[in-house]
């Protein structure tokens, strides 16, 4: 996990270094909504797990 924060913080440096502020929080916020649709998928495919679980 250390390392994972240690790339994302080196990451946001040269972002901020290589690209404007506008630019820059919105390459952010797609990220952001790229995370959060991972996650949703995620749960989505633990509910049907369990659906499918409950079914048998």
Do not use: F, I, K
Not at 3 to 15: H, I, M
Not at 16 to 24: D, F, M, P, R
Not at 37 to 47: G, K, L
Request: aromatic share 4%; net charge positive.
């Amino acid at each position: 996990m250390q390392l994972a924060q240690n790339v994302a913080s080196a990451l946001r440096l040269a972002e901020s270094v290589l690209l404007g502020g506008g630019q820059q929080t919105a390459r952010r916020n797609a990220w952001d909504a790229v995370c959060e649709n991972r996650r949703y998928a995620h749960d989505r495919q633990e509910t049907e797990r369990a659906l499918l679980r409950a079914v048998r």
